[in-house]
């Protein structure tokens, strides 16, 4: 009797310790791509004699994994699915969708608070606060960052990910060297002059 827990971005990427514990009978829940199903019930290596098995699934919410979960049957979890920002990701999903304070915001209700993060960190600097201040304080910034991205997302504009490769296209543009192989460091003259090429360019 094992839950396995896979990651919905990437279903068919299976944790390795899946082949050795998988019983039958295994079930799935919905959202499981059937090319999963296939293989994972094939490679099932012996039945559970309690009739209990393997339940597969890429939601930790679902009814019947919460329940097997809350019994203490042992789960297999994709490592991609501990991966800290899509944790954050989906924790802020979850806060839009059941609370109704979250579900009320806006992005220019929400500037006073990006304005007292930000302003918190960078005193923060200025007072020399140790790491652990640091990151809790550049953890509000972020949870502002995650909030605006998820209300955008929820009316189809943009997510989180198109925030992270507008990043990287800037970077692209205007620090060429991070990309093209370059080993040395490269000057300070070098970075500014290239900055600047790559913002006339409109990068």
Request: no cysteine.
């Amino acid at each position: 009797m094992t839950v396995v827990l896979l990651d919905e971005r990437w279903p068919t990427l299976i944790p390795l310790e899946v082949y050795s514990r998988l019983t039958h009978p295994v079930r799935y829940t919905g959202e499981v791509p059937v090319e999963v199903r296939w293989n994972l019930g094939d490679l099932a290596t012996g039945d559970d004699p309690r009739g209990i098995g393997t339940l597969v699934s890429t939601d930790a919410r679902d009814p019947e994994v919460a329940r097997r979960l809350r019994s203490g049957e042992p789960v297999i979890e994709a490592p991609s699915r501990r991966d800290a920002v899509y944790v954050a990701k989906q924790v802020m999903r979850r806060a839009r969708s059941i609370g109704e304070w979250e579900m009320a915001q806006t992005h220019q209700s929400l500037l006073p608070y990006l304005e007292e993060e930000t302003a918190e960190f960078s005193q923060a600097i200025r007072q020399g606060a140790d790491d652990e201040a640091l990151v809790k304080e550049l953890g509000d910034v972020f949870l502002q960052v995650l909030f605006h991205a998820e209300i955008a997302s929820r009316r189809g504009a943009f997510e989180l990910e198109d925030v992270a490769r507008s990043f990287v296209a800037k970077m692209r543009a205007r620090a060429p060297y991070l990309f093209d192989g370059t080993t040395g460091v490269v000057a300070t003259e070098t970075q500014e002059r290239l900055w600047e090429e790559g913002k006339r360019a409109g990068g």
